[in-house]
């Protein structure tokens, strides 16, 4: 297995490096590009690259901003949310990745909050990517959790969200929650939460919408025991693409959880293989 990183740099200057791990495999063999959960750097999800590469698919990294190899720090004073994100570093990564596999189709396998802003990405950009991967991204509206985990979300992510205002970023390494985050990932988080709706600050376009209009192929899994995403509130982000060709698998297996699921992937290989095209296979 060949592995190489390669720079990124954002339209708006902000550069990162992806990972590609590929093999010599046909031209037009598939590429799953994977953008982590919150905090989570994307060195997490090597443990993949093996089981996805010997399926004859290629498999590429990339770091959310602020989070391992991006140049942007996260502290006080550097601001940015999930409009940055969604609209300057999913489109690089994206785009870098068709101009390494002109051929290939594109797969986004977002996992949690990666999935969450793919889904925003392409429901703006519908048809930029063949498919799109969810795992474990819920909607993380507090009504999506069982109460009294409910109430806990709801409290929970507002807390976090006035840490942020009052520090100008959030110090989740040392709470022991994520990593780092900029305060206005925090704040578009807790909006989310509180009222269901994905309505980043600064955005131009209607997310809600975008979303009921997107019309792609989406395999989604949720694991029955991921207190972090259980399967409603994972089925609820589903319910807001209401025209996708959605798949939905959960999962009951005791050794697959919210980040467990990366050392023991044998079981979502294998539905992304019956999910696939058969001519991508």
């Not at 992806?18 to 495999?25: A, G, L, M, R, S």
């Not at 590009?33 to 990339?62: K, N, Q, S």
């Not at 919408?209 to 994972?234: K, M, T």
Request: glycine share 10%; proline share 6%.
């Amino acid at each position: 297995m060949k592995q190489e990183q390669i720079d990124v740099t954002a339209a708006d200057g902000a550069s990162s490096r992806i990972t590609v791990f590929t093999d010599d495999h046909a031209p037009d063999s598939p590429v799953l590009v994977c953008m982590p959960a919150m905090g989570t750097a994307a060195r997490f999800y090597e443990p993949l690259a093996g089981p996805i590469v010997r399926e004859g698919w290629r498999f590429v990294t990339a770091d959310l901003r602020g989070v391992g190899t991006s140049a942007v720090r996260v502290k006080r004073g550097v601001g940015f949310g999930y409009r940055e994100m969604v609209e300057s570093d999913w489109p690089a990564v994206v785009q870098k990745t068709q101009s390494l596999f002109p051929r290939a189709p594109v797969y986004l396998l977002g996992h949690s909050l990666g999935g969450q802003l793919s889904a925003l990405y392409l429901a703006e950009n519908p048809g930029a990517v063949a498919g799109l991967i969810l795992v474990a991204a819920p909607s993380v509206h507090w009504r999506g959790w069982d109460t009294p985990l409910n109430a806990g979300v709801l409290a929970g992510t507002q807390v976090a969200c006035a840490v942020a205002a009052l520090l100008g970023y959030f110090p989740g390494r040392k709470l022991g929650f994520g990593g780092n985050e900029a305060r206005g990932v925090m704040r578009d988080w807790a909006r989310q939460a509180r009222t269901g709706r994905y309505e980043p600050q600064g955005a131009s376009v209607d997310y809600e919408r975008l979303l009921a209009e997107l019309e792609a192929p989406i395999l989604a899994f949720s694991f029955e025991d991921d207190f972090l995403s259980p399967p409603r509130a994972v089925g609820n982000l589903l319910a807001k693409m209401r025209r996708a060709r959605i798949t939905h698998v959960t999962l009951a297996d005791v050794a697959l959880d919210h980040f467990r699921w990366v050392r023991n992937p044998d079981a979502l290989v294998g539905k992304i293989r019956e999910w696939l095209p058969s001519d991508n296979v």
